[in-house]
């Protein structure tokens, strides 16, 4: 987890520490073009957040050490950017004029500006050793230090105030402007963390607390009783915990992480987010253990609502929090909540869960602007259509109406972090497409869908879901054909992912992670979870006289069109040759092979409807660019899946055997990585 931070703080150096103050100047002077205002000085209208090295759901390698090690590891590296700025702007300012403001702090010096660059400069470098020291475990001196921001802006800015005073205006807003902006947006810990821990872990930790003080079992509680006890205890000041309680290991892990958060300043925090979200106290619950730790201002806490049960509850949750008077004053009337992409879909087949995100937002809109509260949705979209991926400026123009108020937070994972943000040229180019989409949506929303789409909608989503499931939960033979199938069995030894595939070791589809899940049918070209569901509701749309309805919605309706042009992109990925040479050469059972039979038979009629939907001949006739990158990759990845399909024979022959030669092992995970690459998608 520490070397996948370093992964991260390594895009940021060498990428995003050039793009930003770039990026940030075209902005200017666009805004300037358009309303007469530039950007003020102090604005960071871009946030950098991560979860590298602060996510601990279900991964037991992140710990609060290594989560403490990341925190430090920022600030280290932050102090060492910050200095060759710094060294740069001592060679540039070297004039004498100042104003009185900043000879009141440097005296009579001849050059005014170098005298406070070369005190921040001792400062930074005791900065960087001290975290340095600490990280390595040394003893640290921390006297002198830079902790909080002001002590990096201040003087810097002093600087700048100076300068334009002084009619300099060319040199203010020259390199010193670029540091400023980095100053505001990067701050001392270079990047904000953000923590990730699952709603349970939580309440084990209170019910533990409850029960060493002998005031019952917090589990067996109701909701209003645990809501009771956790407002009347937060609105107290006494501490719940006595100096010398033993908690279990798993409880002392999740207070140890809440005291490193606590240590921190504001900016080194993004959001504590709790996954398996469902209920107000899930977060109290989360106050309460980082006020227990020692927390002194109010941390962003964002549920997170991922199965299709919790995004149909999510409003109603949110409300019951809202009027928790004590909660609202908490967050100051602004909330963040997260929509997670990849679960849900998972769980209900990718149609259904797109309709659920988009009624789950409009609904969580509509209850913030009942209770007067700002909220940003936080959308937990990966690089893949199945986690909610795709070009994320039509993304975002085809949220529902009013969900996009002036902020929007998305992730970004892996491999999409390199392709958008690996070069700064590239990296400009994502922050612009990013704001301009969040501008435009929140200035110029979308239509609100008819009524009679949205029943359409309800329509097709009943027979995608009945059918997806079907499958996938109810198909005993369905479990055994994924396995033999596609190279999920083999990814868990491969350690590809940042985490373990699977949130226990034996179960069902329901136990696998969602990423996994996708990478292994991305492999072998079936695609399966992108497209299974959407089959069947197509196929009876047409055979209902329905499908000139739908390109009525596919016109005026961005969501649904995005939604029709997402599965187009899947379905040109997907390759029916590939599917079935997988399924020659791993799999033997009579029914199963029955059922991969059915599965291609199945993705070839969704192929026939969809180009009937659209009224083309061929998959991707608008999309020609796109087209032609797919015709370019293809000859690479096709040679990789045959390689692939016959080292997996191999790897389960020879662990019958009770050894896997290690260059089959090598050859497979080069052959993961390249498709990977190959199809812009892994999980």
């Not at 409850?210 to 006494?238: C, H, I, M, P, T």
């Not at 392709?419 to 994502?430: D, H, I, M, T």
């Not at 992108?530 to 000139?548: F, H, I, K, M, N």
């Not at 389960?652 to 390249?674: D, F, H």
Request: charged share 25%; aromatic share 8%.
């Amino acid at each position: 987890a520490v070397d996948e931070a370093k992964w991260g703080f390594a895009v940021i150096e060498n990428s995003l520490w050039q793009a930003l103050p770039k990026f940030l100047r075209s902005l200017d002077t666009s805004l300037s073009e358009a309303t007469g205002q530039g950007l003020p000085l102090q604005v960071s209208p871009i946030r950098i957040a991560s979860w590298m090295g602060g996510d601990r759901d279900g991964n037991p390698n992140v710990t609060h050490e290594v989560t403490r090690e990341v925190f430090l590891l920022g600030r280290w590296m932050a102090a060492d950017l910050y200095l060759r700025d710094i060294q740069a702007l001592r060679a540039e300012l070297s004039m004498w004029q100042a104003s009185d403001e900043l000879r009141a702090e440097v005296g009579d010096s001849r050059e005014p500006y170098r005298q406070v660059l070369a005190q921040l400069r001792e400062r930074l470098i005791k900065t960087r050793d001290w975290a340095e020291a600490s990280v390595k475990g040394e003893p640290a001196d921390d006297s002198g230090i830079l902790f909080e921001n002001e002590d990096l802006t201040g003087p810097l800015e002093l600087c700048y105030r100076s300068l334009m005073e002084c009619g300099l205006e060319a040199i203010a807003n020259g390199p010193l402007l670029d540091t400023i902006r980095r100053a505001h947006t990067f701050g001392l810990p270079l990047i904000r963390l953000d923590i990730r821990q699952e709603a349970s872990r939580h309440a084990e930790a209170v019910a533990e607390m409850v029960n060493y003080l002998g005031l019952g079992d917090y589990l067996s509680w109701s909701e209003q009783e645990r809501q009771a006890f956790l407002v009347k205890e937060l609105k107290g000041r006494r501490p719940l915990v006595p100096r010398n309680w033993q908690p279990s290991e798993p409880v002392r892990e999740v207070l140890a992480t809440c005291e490193v958060v606590a240590g921190q300043t504001p900016e080194a925090l993004g959001s504590y987010v709790i996954s398996m979200a469902s209920k107000p106290s899930d977060v109290l619950n989360v106050i309460l253990l980082l006020r227990e730790a020692g927390m002194t201002f109010p941390m962003r806490v964002v549920p997170l609502f991922e199965t299709l049960d919790d995004l149909k509850g999510a409003p109603d949750s949110m409300a019951a929090l809202y009027e928790v008077d004590w909660y609202r004053e908490y967050c100051s009337g602004r909330q963040e909540v997260m929509i997670g992409y990849s679960d849900s879909s998972k769980d209900a087949g990718q149609l259904m869960a797109a309709w659920a995100q988009y009624q789950a937002q409009e609904k969580l809109t509509e209850v913030a602007n009942r209770y007067g509260v700002h909220l940003t949705l936080f959308h937990g979209r990966g690089g893949t259509v199945g986690r909610g991926g795709g070009p994320a400026n039509r993304a975002i123009l085809s949220q529902p109406p009013g969900s996009v108020n002036g902020s929007f937070r998305i992730t970004e994972q892996g491999e999409m972090i390199r392709f958008k943000f690996g070069l700064p040229r590239l990296a400009v180019q994502s922050l612009t497409l990013y704001t301009t989409a969040v501008i435009e949506a929140t200035l110029a929303p979308p239509p609100v869908p008819k009524d009679e789409w949205r029943e359409v909608m309800d329509w097709l989503t009943e027979r995608s879901l009945r059918s997806y499931r079907e499958v996938v939960r109810e198909n005993p033979d369905f479990v055994p054909y994924f396995r033999q199938v596609t190279p999920e069995t083999a990814l868990g030894k491969l350690a590809l992912g940042s985490r373990p595939a699977r949130r226990k070791a034996t179960g069902g589809v329901e136990s696998l992670r969602a990423i996994p899940w996708i990478f292994a049918w991305t492999q072998m070209r079936l695609m399966l979870p992108s497209w299974l569901g959407s089959d069947v509701a197509l196929e009876e749309a047409a055979q209902a006289d329905r499908l000139s309805e739908l390109r009525e919605m596919m016109q005026g309706w961005p969501f649904f069109r995005t939604y029709v042009d997402m599965l187009e992109m899947v379905l040109a990925k997907a390759d029916l040759r590939i599917a079935s040479y997988y399924e020659q050469t791993l799999v033997e059972d009579e029914h199963l092979l029955a059922l991969g039979q059915s599965l291609r038979q199945r993705l070839q009629g969704c192929i026939e409807r969809l180009l009937e939907l659209k009224q083309q001949q061929t998959l991707l006739e608008q999309e020609p660019v796109f087209a032609h990158s797919m015709k370019v990759r293809n000859p690479y990845t096709d040679p990789l899946h045959y390689l692939q399909a016959e080292l997996l024979r191999r790897d389960r022959e020879s662990e019958g055997a009770g050894k896997v030669p290690e260059m089959v092992e090598r050859a497979l995970k080069v052959t993961m990585a390249g498709i990977s690459a190959g199809m812009r998608n892994t999980g």
